[in-house]
Nanobody, 119 residues
């Protein structure tokens, strides 16, 4: 299996930046994609972006041009760089890893990290 630990959340003013980290451990080689999701108070969890094992990225329209997903293979860590933050970006951010291991599909989540953007 794969274990995920997020970090880097905090309080930032609108227009500011934060970088979230998602450190993975376990069966790293089995990961098909690392995804970022977020959940704002009173709302459903929503997809933010993805980074595939092949290096492709995709983002929800609301963050395109402002958020960037990257990785450091040596550290087994995926980053979510968030620029030009808006109050509506306030949410708990989760990373998610999916893939196949021993013939079984898995989708594992980290514990989440809080991002608060003040106006």
């Amino acid at each position: 299996q794969v274990q995920l630990v997020e970090s880097g959340g905090g309080l930032v003013q609108a227009g500011g930046s934060l970088r979230l980290s998602c450190a993975a451990s376990g069966s790293i080689i089995s990961i098909n994609a690392i995804n970022w999701y977020r959940q704002a108070p009173g709302k459903q969890r929503e997809f933010v972006g993805t980074l595939t094992s092949g290096g492709s990225t995709n983002y929800v329209d609301a963050v395109k041009g402002r958020f960037t997903i990257s990785r450091d293979n040596a550290k087994n860590t995926v980053y979510l760089q968030m620029n030009s933050l808006k109050p509506e970006d306030t949410a708990i951010y989760y990373c998610n890893a999916n893939g196949w291991l021993n013939g079984r599909y898995y989708s594992n989540w980290g514990q989440g990290t809080q991002v608060t953007v003040s106006s």
